[in-house]
């Protein structure tokens, strides 16, 4: 064993002096693949809902969620979870430490230069006890936190919530919700923030004010950022689209932006919108002259996935009658009842300074536009370990109607 170890680590620091960097262990790689399904079959299920404009989830951390719930669960209420990660045989130890692997590469902010700050709690109602081995490992494997919370006076309650998420986000995102609804069961809630740092920067200059199309009747006045650089871009004429990778400082991941040619519902393009159909754009892409323009706006998206996650199979957790959580508390006395997903996003000019040397040259003449004033979908794509870190659509921006006709 202490012999196997240090041939491990040897090979390691070999492997470290090259310049390889640590490979993401198996079932690590399985859970990432499985995430960015879920991230699909997520999206479509909130996307069906009415009223609902901007989307914003973390597959990665939906599927720590889910293994947080499959940490507390027993029987069929923990097997659940593996099922909607499809991933059914792998075992429990391998999925902690799989997802747990997974969360800790791609949120490493010195290896991947990127301000992601994640924070996840789990409250209880003040009946609850929550069992030591609990609390342990899913502080070790998820980062969890726990907290009880007395609803009866529901106000504070929301409000204390809130000023955690306020907190743990440095303030950028500053409510998680207005209210709760089903204050007696296990509630998951994560607080995050993201913020993209360009691998090449836009020009803090080159920032002006512009109208977004929420739709053809209804404008909103939002700063525009602009740059022209070589991007991997491609036109599907067949669907009207266009499909834009911007890749993200340290270059191992990237943000791929999916929009209609003109203004139009999304739907068409939802449709659209697998894996496979993903992976056959960014087959097709190729590098060029584009010039961008982009909303320069911070996104706050608050989803209760509670519902959604039981549609997509975890049906006992999210079922008070059924649900078996009881290596949270050690009793048969808790369902999950909320999982609270609401993330900040600040889409700004940083980056790393630009390649000035292509400036005039014939590289960048021509460029194809990829003006992004009307609603669009939009990835970060993780390139070293294939999983989707977020996906979303922007279709209502902040800032100031301008007109509204109809
Ligand atoms: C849940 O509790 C059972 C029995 O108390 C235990 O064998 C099992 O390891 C626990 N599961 C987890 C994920 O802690
Ligand atoms: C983050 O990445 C750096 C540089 O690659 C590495 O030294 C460090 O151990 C990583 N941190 C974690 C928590 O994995
Ligand atoms: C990213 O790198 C730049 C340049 O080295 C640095 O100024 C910035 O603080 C880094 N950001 C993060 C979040 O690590
Ligand atoms: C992803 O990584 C592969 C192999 O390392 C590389 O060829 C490819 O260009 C990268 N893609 C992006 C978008 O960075």
Redesign the pocket.
């Known amino acids: 064993m202490w012999v196997a170890n240090v041939v491990a680590l040897c090979l390691l620091v070999v492997a470290m002096a090259y310049g390889e960097e640590a490979k993401l262990s198996s079932h690590a790689t399985t859970l990432a693949d499985n995430s960015a399904s879920l991230a699909f079959n997520l999206y479509h299920n909130m996307a069906k809902e009415k009223d609902l404009d901007n989307i914003l989830i973390s597959p990665v951390v939906v599927a720590s969620s889910l293994g947080l719930v499959a940490l507390g669960g027993k029987a069929s209420t923990a097997s659940q979870v593996k099922t909607v990660l499809s991933a059914d045989k792998v075992k429990d130890d391998q999925l902690h430490a799989g997802l747990s692997e997974l969360l800790t590469e791609v949120s490493n902010?010195?290896a991947r230069?990127?301000?992601w700050k994640i924070s996840g709690r789990l409250y209880g109602p003040s009946s609850v006890n929550f069992a030591d081995d609990f609390v342990k490992s899913s502080k070790k494997h998820y980062n969890y936190e726990h907290s009880k919370i007395n609803f009866r006076d529901k106000r504070s309650a929301v409000k204390s919530i809130n000023e955690w998420a306020a907190k743990s986000t440095d303030g950028k995102l500053p409510e998680v919700t207005k209210d709760v609804d089903k204050t007696d069961g296990a509630m998951i809630v994560n607080a995050m923030f993201f913020?993209p740092?360009w691998d090449e920067k836009f020009h803090h200059k080159m920032v002006d004010d512009r109208v977004f199309l929420v739709s053809r009747s209804f404008t909103i006045s939002i700063p525009m950022m602009h740059r022209t650089g070589l991007y991997k871009f491609h036109e599907d004429t067949d669907n009207k689209l266009f499909v834009l990778s911007m890749p993200l400082?340290h270059k191992k991941s990237s943000m791929i932006l999916i929009m209609p040619y003109h203004v139009e519902p999304l739907e068409r393009l939802e449709k659209l919108l697998t894996h496979k159909q993903l992976d056959a754009w960014l087959g097709k892409m190729e590098e060029r002259a584009v010039a961008v323009s982009l909303p320069k706006v911070s996104l706050e998206v608050s989803h209760d996935l509670q519902k959604h996650l039981g549609e997509l199979g975890l049906t006992e957790a999210v079922d008070k009658s059924k649900a078996d959580l009881s290596n949270i508390s050690g009793k048969k006395d808790l369902y999950l009842s909320n999982v609270f997903h609401a993330s900040a996003i600040e889409l700004d000019t940083e980056g790393?300074p630009f390649d000035t040397s292509i400036y005039g040259s014939e590289k960048l003449r021509n460029p194809k536009l990829f003006y992004a004033d009307h609603p669009f979908i939009f990835l970060v794509k993780d390139n070293k370990t294939n999983s989707i870190l977020y996906i979303g659509r922007l279709v209502r921006p902040k800032g100031d109607k301008m007109r509204d006709e109809l």
Do not use: M, Q
């Open positions: 902010s010195t230069n990127v301000t913020k740092h400082a790393n």
